[in-house]
Every structure is written in C-alpha cells, then in structure tokens.
C-alpha cells in the first residue's frame, strides 16, 4: 500500500505540473491514489484521441474530464511515461487550438 501512495503522489505532481504547462487545456485535477480525473477546456473526446495518438489508453467522463487510472502495481517508469505520453498529446491539442 505505501508503494500505491508514492506512484499516486508522484501521479499528481506530474498532473499538477501539466496543469502549470497547459493553463489553456487544464483546468483542475480531481482524484483521489491512482484515480484521477483531469478537467479539460476542449472536448474529452478531442484529448481522447491526442492520447492514443501518444499510444496512451485513457478514457472520458462526462464532456470534459479525463479519466486515467493506472493499474495498483504501475512503475515508477511507467508515471513517468504515461505523464510525458499526456504532455505530448496537450502539446498537440494546444497547437490545434491556436
């Protein structure tokens, strides 16, 4: 259990720091551990497919939030690419926005 709650942690700074980095696409981060939502400006569906563009498996809540939930054993690595995979696919919605 205190592994989950170190990959959790480390979850949500990568998330709060896209928020920092995408102001115009982040608006908040919600969750709770591993579960977390990310409430977007565009259309879900719009980041749903800049995800799997990036080879990222997530999936939409409602019009405008971003589940993502990783499995209870995720690596340290693997947050480390799923966030970078998230930072290159708000990149791309950001570019499409302007």
Known sequence: LETVTQRASRLQQGLAQLQDEFPDIVLEIRGKGLLAGVKLAPPVADAVKAAIGE???????????????????????????GVSRL??????LSKSKS
């Open 55 to 81: 080879r990222l498996l997530t999936v939409g809540a409602g019009e405008n939030v971003l589940r993502i939930l990783p499995p209870l054993n995720v690596s340290d690595a693997d947050v480390a690419e």
């Open 87 to 92: 930072r290159r696919a708000f990149a791309h």
